[in-house]
């Protein structure tokens, strides 16, 4: 495993995923892991849960089997002002939040559309993330989307799970190579995630790390490379 950070999770609770918390932290300690944040789909995923659950997560131990835990949520992004499904009150109380456009929760829009539902999630406080922003059904104007990500300090997402050959999103690798050369150009950090619905999956990275490899991407930009910038970034204490 060559980063030891995934962010990006899910469980049962999602609706779609089938692996518990716990059995996603003691594959994630099998794997060499030392942080493990669990982000799973917020209300208006059909079949995810409500929001007290989020509101409820610090039952949860902060660390198990010896991994440390983020509990975080993957918001829906509603419409094209980047309007979300959890409101700031239930977002403040969660390590962060990955922002992601979802078919079943906004259509396909333009180029200004899609390109301006993402930079207005940037905006929210929470969202210290942009999830899979690959799927060239959701076409973006990825110069627009990297130097907004630049000024509102939020990292793109490499998610492993686009890059799979059985993905349902289309064409991820080819938006990657463009939105890579524009983080490059314009010194924008990403951040992989493996988007994992099942245990075996969680900490998986081999997709993405071979598309940053092929394209030499520079490792100070990649955000699982370095926990003290991480935490600064997501405001959360070592
Ligand atoms: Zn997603
Ligand atoms: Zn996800």
Do not use: W
């Not at 198990?64 to 419409?79: K, P, Q, S, W």
């Not at 907004?148 to 998610?159: D, F, T």
């Not at 598309?211 to 970034?233: C, G, Q, S, T, Y």
Request: hydrophobic share 40%; glycine share 6%; proline share 3%.
């Amino acid at each position: 495993m060559k980063y030891k950070i995934d962010l990006h999770t899910h469980t049962l609770i999602s609706g779609h995923a089938y692996s518990t918390i716990q059995e996603n932290v003691k594959a994630a300690a099998e794997k060499g892991l030392i942080l493990l944040g669990i982000s799973e789909h917020a209300p208006k995923m059909p079949g995810s849960t409500n929001k007290i659950y989020f509101q409820n997560l610090k039952v949860i131990p902060r660390e198990m089997y010896g991994i440390r835990l983020l509990f975080g949520v993957e918001v829906n992004i509603l419409d094209f002002n980047g309007n979300v499904d959890l409101d700031d009150e239930v977002l403040g109380d969660l390590d962060y939040a990955i922002a992601s456009l979802h078919p079943p929760c906004i259509g396909f829009g333009t180029v200004e559309e899609n390109t301006n539902a993402i930079i207005g999630a940037m905006k929210i406080d929470k969202v210290k993330i942009i999830g899979h922003p690959d799927d060239s059904r959701y076409v973006l104007d990825y110069e627009a989307v990297v130097k907004a990500a630049k000024e509102n300090n939020v990292l793109l997402e490499v998610n492993n799970s686009s890059l799979s050959p059985n993905s349902f999103r289309i064409n991820a690798k080819d938006a990657y190579i463009k939105m890579l050369e524009y983080c490059v150009k314009y010194e924008v950090a990403v951040i992989i995630g493996s988007d994992a619905h099942i245990s075996f999956d969680v900490g998986n990275q081999e997709y993405a790390v071979k598309l940053l490899e092929e394209v030499n991407f520079p490792e100070k930009l990649i955000a699982n490379n370095d926990l003290e910038m991480l935490f600064r970034h997501l405001n959360v204490q070592n």
